[in-house]
């Protein structure tokens, strides 16, 4: 085969769209930009398009909100991630075919979703090609939640001090505000511990932590299912 006519990977990154999980999966698509890949990122614009602009070696594909008129940012969470849904759902398969990732034409198309959002897998499978879990999160905080999602720790918390592998033992103050007080943030809660539906059934998985700091419970959660670890270089 003529390596000149084969097409470079052809990823989409997909991140759920507050700047602490933008800012993690813009830096990881920069890393696969340098090695040779052809990355395109999913940018939200609410509810009008608007024009937007590359950056640098990164495409961009803007998604805006053009079901309806009303303005969903000023709803209530459970609408605003109900509405969210409905439009990726919608226009992320559109983006898939016009940047030509079905495997017929490109085998080693992937998408690049964020745990936050768990069912993009299924647009995935619908699109035959590869999905690859990012958790923005530490690995030790990401572990707290996938301990609530398999019912290892159990919720409201009321012992004063909670063990799970891979951790130190810990007072109950010092777990994420989502899991020591969910009935300040219920909806936020079954959010971040539904992000490992799609844990052990995703192509890849990956945490966005450093080994040297999280060794212990990298190595626990490795033992889950096979996950990578991205070390972030900021730029």
């Known amino acids: 085969m003529n390596q000149e006519n084969v097409s470079p990977p052809q990823v989409l990154v997909l991140p759920f ?13 920069k890393r696969l930009v ?4 052809d990355i395109s990122l999913v940018t939200f614009c609410g509810n009008k398009p608007m024009a937007i602009q590359d950056y640098s070696s990164i495409k961009l594909e803007p998604v ?3 079901l309806g008129a009303d303005n969903f940012l000023e709803k209530s969470a459970d609408d605003y991630l109900e509405r969210f849904k409905a439009f990726v759902t919608l226009r992320l398969p559109q983006i898939m075919v016009k940047l030509g990732m079905s495997k017929s034409e490109n085998p ?3 998408l690049v979703y964020d745990s936050l959002v768990p069912w993009a897998l299924d647009i995935v ?7 690859a879990e990012f958790f923005t999160m530490s690995c030790a905080v990401s572990t707290v939640y996938y ?3 398999e019912g290892l720790l159990k919720v409201p918390v009321v012992e004063p001090c909670v063990s799970m592998a891979g951790l130190p033992l810990l007072e109950a103050r010092d ?8 009935k300040a943030y219920p909806i936020f809660t079954q959010v971040l511990t539904n992000q490992f539906s799609s844990f052990k059934k995703a192509d890849w998985v990956f ?6 700091l999280e060794n212990e419970v990298i190595n626990w959660m490795s033992k889950q299912r096979p996950i990578k670890v991205w070390v972030p270089k900021w730029e």
């Open 17 to 29: 769209p507050t700047q602490g999980h933008i800012n993690p999966m813009l830096q990881f698509a």
């Open 34 to 37: 340098s090695k040779g890949l």
């Open 175 to 182: 777990l994420p505000s989502f899991v020591y007080d969910i």
């Open 147 to 149: 301990n609530v999602y």
């Open 108 to 110: 080693a198309s992937c």
């Open 64 to 66: 805006f909100d053009d």
């Open 125 to 131: 499978e619908e699109q035959g090609v590869y999905g």
């Open 207 to 212: 945490f966005n932590t450093f080994t040297s």
